[in-house]
Nanobody
Framework: QLQLVESGGDLVQPGGSLRLSCAAS????????IGWFRQAPGKEREGVGC????????SYVDSMKGRFTISRDNAKNLVYLEMNSLKPEDTAVYFC????????????????????WGQGTQVSVSA
């Protein structure tokens, strides 16, 4: 059974950094995508970026470029989201999600593409 577990959420001061982890397990092939999303109170869930496992290709939502970095540790089956220069408006529950994709060359940043979701981890940015 495919499982995603996020960790690393915390309360940080504005300007601080945080690294979130997504532990992924249960995939039946290497053709899958892991995406990072966030949902602030009262707002819709939005994409941050994604990584296609078979190629390692990473794609970011334009508004997330520069301060957010996705990386992975294949040996540990972990995907990371590094967040720098955090702002109060980055406060949200952050999710990792996954879907299977054998044919696309890139990964999707749309919520509706993702079939499997973790439970989320809270990131709060406040002085």
């Amino acid at each position: 059974q495919l499982q995603l577990v996020e960790s690393g959420g915390d309360l940080v001061q504005p300007g601080g950094s945080l690294r979130l982890s997504c532990a992924a397990s249960g995939f039946t092939s290497d053709y899958y995508v892991i995406g990072w999303f966030r949902q602030a109170p009262g707002k819709e869930r939005e994409g941050v970026g994604c990584i296609k496992n078979i190629s390692g290709r990473i794609s970011y939502v334009d508004s997330m470029k520069g301060r957010f970095t996705i990386s992975r540790d294949n040996a540990k089956n972990l995907v990371y989201l590094e967040m720098n220069s955090l702002k109060p408006e980055d406060t949200a529950v952050y999710f990792c999600a996954a879907y299977n994709d054998r044919y696309s060359g890139t990964c999707s940043r749309r919520v509706t593409e993702y079939e499997y979701w973790g439970q989320g981890t809270q990131v709060s940015v406040s002085a």
